[in-house]
C-alpha cells in the first residue's frame, strides 16, 4: 500500500526534476499553470470567508463621488442648517438672553423669523427658475421654421435642441440653461439668466442669518466661556470635545460651539459667493466667461445691473420681498462686440 501511494509521487518528482535540468522556465511554468489550477478548484470547493468576501466587496466598490449625490447632500445640509439655527434661536437663544426685556424679545423674534422667510423664498426663487432652460420653442419663435441651426448657435448633442449664446449644457440638470453661470448644490438648480437675482439675493440672507446666528450663540457662550482667555480654545472643536469629557464645559455648549463652526464656515462661504456674483452682475460676464477671458457681451455696469435686477429703483424692494421684475434683455439676444464678432 505504501508503494502504491508512494508511486505517483516518485513519478512525479521525476518529471519535475527532468523540466528542471532540462528547461527551468518550462519547469516554473508548469508549476504555475499548477497552482493556478489547485487555487481554482479549492475556491470552486468551498464557499468564500468573510475576509475574502469583505475584500471582494471593497475593491468593487465604486469611491468616487456622484456629483448628483453631492447636490442632494447640499440641500440637505442647507435646510438642517437653516432649520436647526431656527429652532435654536427662537426657542432657545432668544429666550435666554432676552427674558424679561420684551422689546428686545419682540425685535428679535421677529428677525429670526424675518430671516426664515428670506431663505426659504429666496432658496424657492433660484431653485423654480424654470425659465432658465433652452427648449425648442425658443428658436421656433425667433426663427420660425428655420431647420438649420442660427449662426451663433450651437446644437447641443445631449439635449439636441438649439441653443443661443451663452447657453451651456448642465450635467446635472441634464439640460441646457440660458446664460448659465454655475450650478448650486445647495439648491440643486442651475444659476442663470432668470434666476440670477434671485441666487444673488439669497447669498445676502445667507450671509446675515449666518452673522446673525453667531451673534445670538457667541452672546450666549461668551457668558461662561471668554473668548480672549485660554478657555477660550474651547472654540476649536476638537479642544472643545476634550473639554467637555473632563468637565470643563457641559455638552449643549459643546453642540453651541460646534454649531458656531458651521455657522462661521457658512459665513465665509455666502461672503465668497455674494462678492464674486456681485463682480459678475456689474462686469456683465458668467463665470465661465470670466475664467477664460471672454469680454464679449459686456455692457455699461448699469445696463449688466439691469440685466440682472432690472429697474434700479426696485432692488431695496426686491430684498426685503422677491417678486417678477422685467429685466433688461430676454437671455436669447446679445449684442456682440464688433472685433469679436468672428467668435460669435
Known amino acids: 500500500?505504501?508503494?502504491?501511494?508512494?508511486?505517483?509521487?516518485?513519478?512525479?518528482?521525476?518529471?519535475?526534476?527532468?523540466?528542471?535540468?532540462?528547461?527551468?522556465?518550462?519547469?516554473?511554468?508548469?508549476?504555475?499553470?499548477i497552482w493556478t489550477w489547485v487555487e481554482m478548484e479549492l475556491r470552486e470547493r468551498k464557499a468564500d470567508t468573510l475576509k475574502e468576501k469583505l475584500t471582494n466587496h471593497y475593491h468593487k466598490r465604486n469611491f468616487q463621488t456622484d456629483e448628483k449625490d453631492a447636490s442632494r447632500y447640499g440641500q440637505m445640509f442647507f435646510w438642517g442648517m437653516v432649520f436647526s439655527l431656527f429652532f435654536e434661536s427662537q426657542f432657545f437663544l432668544v429666550?435666554?438672553?432676552?427674558?424679561?426685556?420684551?422689546?428686545?424679545?419682540?425685535?428679535?423674534?421677529?428677525l429670526v423669523w424675518f430671516t426664515l422667510f428670506e431663505c426659504t423664498i429666496n432658496w424657492m426663487g433660484t431653485y423654480f427658475g424654470q425659465n432658465n432652460f433652452v427648449t425648442s420653442e425658443i428658436k421656433e419663435e425667433k426663427f420660425p421654421g428655420t431647420a438649420e441651426t442660427p449662426p451663433g448657435w450651437?446644437?447641443?448633442?445631449?439635449?439636441?435642441?438649439?441653443?443661443?449664446?451663452?447657453?451651456?449644457?448642465?450635467r446635472l440638470c441634464n439640460r441646457c440653461v440660458l446664460k448659465r453661470d454655475h450650478h448650486c448644490f445647495f439648491t440643486n438648480s442651475c444659476v442663470g439668466f432668470y434666476n440670477q437675482r434671485f441666487f444673488v439675493m439669497f447669498c445676502i440672507y445667507m450671509v446675515w442669518g449666518n452673522l446673525y446666528?453667531?451673534?445670538?450663540?457667541?452672546?450666549?457662550?461668551?457668558?461662561?466661556?471668554?473668548?480672549?482667555s485660554w478657555d477660550g480654545l474651547a472654540y476649536i472643536p476638537m479642544v472643545g470635545l476634550a473639554y467637555m469629557f473632563m468637565g470643563y464645559i457641559s455638552l449643549g455648549e459643546l453642540l453651541l460651539i460646534v454649531h458656531s463652526c458651521f455657522c462661521f464656515m457658512c459665513l465665509c462661504g455666502g461672503v465668497f459667493f455674494l462678492g464674486w456674483q456681485l463682480i459678475l452682475a456689474c462686469a456683465g460676464m458668467t463665470s465661465y466667461e470670466a475664467w477664460?477671458?471672454?469680454?464679449?457681451?459686456?455692457?455699461?455696469?448699469?445696463?449688466?445691473?439691469?440685466?440682472?435686477?432690472?429697474?434700479?429703483?426696485?432692488?431695496?424692494?426686491?430684498?426685503?420681498?422677491?417678486?417678477?421684475?422685467d429685466q433688461d434683455g430676454n437671455?436669447?439676444?446679445?449684442?456682440?462686440?464688433?472685433?469679436n464678432v468672428k467668435y460669435q
Open 1 to 33: 500500500m505504501y508503494a502504491t501511494m508512494t508511486a505517483p509521487v516518485c513519478s512525479t518528482s521525476c518529471v519535475f526534476t527532468r523540466l528542471r535540468s532540462n528547461t527551468p522556465f518550462r519547469f516554473h511554468f508548469a508549476c504555475a499553470c
Open 95 to 110: 429666550p435666554k438672553l432676552y427674558w424679561g426685556d420684551t422689546w428686545s424679545m419682540v425685535i428679535n423674534t421677529v
Open 154 to 170: 450651437i446644437n447641443c448633442p445631449k439635449c439636441q435642441v438649439d441653443a443661443p449664446p451663452r447657453s451651456h449644457h448642465c
Open 213 to 228: 446666528s453667531l451673534f445670538l450663540q457667541l452672546s450666549y457662550t461668551t457668558q461662561t466661556i471668554p473668548i480672549l
Open 292 to 325: 477664460k477671458g471672454i469680454p464679449w457681451y459686456q455692457r455699461t455696469s448699469l445696463e449688466n445691473v439691469r440685466s440682472v435686477f432690472g429697474s434700479i429703483w426696485k432692488i431695496p424692494f426686491q430684498l426685503l420681498f422677491p417678486f417678477r421684475v
Open 331 to 339: 437671455g436669447v439676444e446679445w449684442i456682440v462686440r464688433t472685433k
